[in-house]
C-alpha cells in the first residue's frame, strides 16, 4: 500500500513530443475540502485508502498540491460536436496529472477535471461544478459493477470558491482514472492538421502500451482499426442492454479503448422510451438512446478518416463493415442472457422487438422489467402478478408471456438456476437521475453520506441490499421532469 507522496508515476504520454499537449499546472481551488473518496479505485493504483483522512488529501486530490511524480499537461484534441467539426477542443478543463503504475503492472492515468483553465479552455473557466463531479463519479463507478468499460473514479474535493452556470454554484475537482484519455478527436486533430506522421506516432504509442501484441506487425494500423471498431460496436450494446444514454457522444467523447468516456447529461432509461434525449441541449435528438449504434458507427467513420494514411480506404471500410454484424452479435447474446436464454433462435429477434414494443408502449420502467422476468415460470399461460402491476395493456403482456414461456420451457432448464443466472445480469438498481440528485442535493448542504451510501450500493447491484430496495424504485414524480444539460 503506498502513500499518496509514493504512487509510482510513469509519464508516457508527457514523453511524447509537446505537439500532443500543453504543460500546465492545475489552478488551486480555494480551500479545497474531500467530498468523496473511493478506495475501489485507490485499489488499482495500490493507493492506501487511509490516506484519505491525511490533512494534505484535499490539496493533492484537487491539484494544488503537485503529487512527486507528477507532470501535468492538458492533452489536445479536436472533434465532431452534434456533427459539426471543430478543428481544436482539448482539455480546456481537465488535466493528465501523470500515469500510475499500478503494482500488477497496469498503467492508470489521473485525471483531474475541474483543475482550472488550459490553453484549450475557449470561453470557459476550466472549472467544473460539485454537481457535476458527483454524477460522474457515481456514474462511472456503476457502469464497472454492471461490467460496462469505463472510465473510473478516485475522488472528489469540493471548495466554496463559486463558479458561473445558469446560477452561482459551487466549484469541485474529479480524479478520473483509465488506461488512456486518448479519444478519436485526439487524431482527427492531427489529420485535419495534414500531420499523418503524428497520426502513426500517436497509433504506435497506443499500440505499444495497449494492443502490445500488435506492436511491430506490418498490418498493425488496420487490425488495430478493426479492434476500435469491434469495441465501439461491444460498447454501443452493453450501454443499450443495461438502458444507458450517454447524452453527448461527439467524437471527442469517443475512447480508441472503448471506454464510456465524459460523464455529462447521461441518463439511465427509467421508463422504456427508445427515443429518450436525457441532454436537455439536444434540441434534434442526435444522441437520443436508440440513435447510439449507429452514431457509434458514423463516429467511428471519422475516425477511420483520420487514419486514411495509415489504413488505406478500402481496408478502412471493411474493418467499418464489421460493426452492424459485431454490434448485432454482442447486443443478441447480452438481451438473450437478460430473458435467460442459453441458446440462439431465429425468432429471438422478433421475441425481443415485440417485448420492446410492448414495454415501450406501456411505458414500462426498464431495469424493473428485466429483474421481474425472471420469476415468469417456463411454460407460463399468464403473466404473473408481478409484471401485471407494470403494464396496462394485460392481453399484450399475457400474449408475449405465453410465446416468452414456451420459449423457456423448449430451453429446458431449470427454473431456478435460470433465475439465479438472470438476476446476475439484470441489476436491481441503477443510477437513476433522482437517486444522483438525493446525493448531489445533500452534498450542497455539505452532507455527503449519500454519496458513499449510493456508490457502495451500486458497487454491487445485482445484489438483493435488504433495507435498501426503496433504491430500485421508480422515480417519484419531482424525478421524472428533471433537466439535465451539457453545462457542468
Ligand atoms: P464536454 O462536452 O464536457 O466533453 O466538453 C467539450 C469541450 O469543452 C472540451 O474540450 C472541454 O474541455 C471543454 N469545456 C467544457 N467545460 C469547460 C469549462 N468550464 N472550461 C473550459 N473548458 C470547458
Ligand atoms: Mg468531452
Known amino acids: 500500500m503506498r502513500r499518496l507522496t509514493e504512487l509510482a508515476f510513469d ?65 489536445l484534441y479536436a472533434g465532431h460536436q452534434f456533427g459539426v467539426w471543430v478543428p481544436q477542443l482539448g482539455d480546456g478543463r481537465a488535466i493528465l496529472l501523470g500515469e500510475v503504475i499500478g503494482d500488477r503492472g497496469d498503467r492508470w492515468d489521473l485525471h483531474l477535471k475541474g483543475g482550472g483553465q488550459t490553453r484549450f479552455s475557449r470561453m470557459g473557466d476550466g472549472r467544473a461544478v460539485l454537481r457535476s463531479t458527483i454524477r460522474e463519479y457515481l456514474a462511472s463507478e456503476a457502469m464497472h459493477a454492471l461490467g460496462i468499460p469505463t472510465t473510473r473514479a478516485l475522488a472528489i474535493t469540493g471548495s466554496d470558491d463559486l463558479v458561473y452556470r445558469e446560477a452561482p454554484e459551487t466549484a469541485a475537482t474529479l480524479i478520473r482514472m483509465a488506461p488512456s484519455h486518448v479519444r478519436f478527436g485526439t487524431f482527427q486533430v492531427f489529420a485535419a492538421r495534414g500531420q499523418p506522421e503524428r497520426v502513426a506516432e500517436l497509433a504506435d504509442y497506443l499500440i505499444r502500451l495497449h494492443d502490445a501484441d500488435l506492436a511491430g506487425e506490418p498490418d498493425r494500423h488496420r487490425r488495430w482499426l478493426e479492434r476500435i471498431v469491434d469495441r465501439t460496436a461491444d460498447l454501443m450494446a452493453r450501454w443499450m442492454a443495461v438502458g444507458f444514454a450517454h447524452g453527448v457522444m461527439n467524437t471527442d467523447n469517443m475512447s480508441v479503448l472503448g471506454l464510456t468516456l465524459d460523464y455529462g447529461p447521461y441518463g439511465f432509461l427509467d421508463e422504456y422510451d427508445p427515443g429518450f434525449i436525457c441532454n436537455h441541449s439536444d434540441h434534434e435528438g442526435r444522441y437520443a438512446f436508440d440513435r447510439q449504434p449507429a452514431i457509434g458507427l458514423w463516429n467511428l467513420a471519422r475516425f477511420a478518416e483520420a487514419l486514411l494514411e495509415l489504413v488505406p480506404f478500402d481496408a478502412a471500410n471493411t474493418a467499418l463493415n464489421r460493426y452492424p454484424s459485431r454490434f448485432e452479435a454482442t447486443y443478441g447474446s447480452l438481451i438473450r442472457a437478460k430473458l435467460g436464454l442459453v441458446t440462439e433462435r431465429a425468432d429471438d429477434p422478433e421475441l425481443v422487438a415485440e417485448m420492446l414494443g410492448l414495454m415501450a408502449a406501456n411505458r414500462v420502467d426498464y431495469t424493473r422489467w428485466f429483474r421481474t422476468l425472471a420469476v415468469v415460470p417456463s411454460g407460463a399461460a399468464a403473466a404473473p402478478e408481478s409484471l401485471r402491476g407494470m403494464v396496462s395493456d394485460l392481453a399484450r403482456l399475457d400474449g408475449w408471456i405465453v410465446r416468452y414461456g414456451a420459449r423457456l420451457a423448449a430451453e429446458g432448464r431449470d427454473d431456478g438456476a435460470r433465475r439465479g443466472a438472470m438476476n446476475r445480469v439484470n441489476p436491481k438498481f441503477v443510477l ?38 426503496h433504491y430500485a424504485d421508480p422515480p417519484p414524480p419531482w424525478g421524472r421532469e428533471l433537466v439535465v444539460s451539457c453545462s457542468s
Open 11 to 75: 509519464n508516457s504520454y508527457a514523453r511524447l513530443p509537446p505537439a500532443y499537449y500543453e504543460v500546465v499546472d492545475p489552478t488551486a481551488l480555494g480551500d479545497p475540502y474531500l467530498v468523496a473518496f473511493n478506495p475501489d479505485a485507490a485499489a488499482l493504483i495500490d493507493l492506501d485508502p487511509a490516506e484519505a483522512a491525511e490533512p494534505e488529501a484535499p490539496a493533492y486530490l484537487s491539484g494544488s498540491r503537485r503529487l512527486p511524480g507528477a507532470e501535468p499537461i492538458a492533452m
Open 432 to 469: 437513476r437521475n433522482y437517486l444522483a440528485q438525493q446525493a448531489i442535493d445533500r452534498a450542497r448542504l455539505k452532507d455527503y453520506g449519500e454519496i458513499e451510501r449510493l456508490r457502495s450500493l451500486l458497487a454491487t447491484p445485482f445484489d438483493e441490499h435488504p433495507g435498501l430496495e
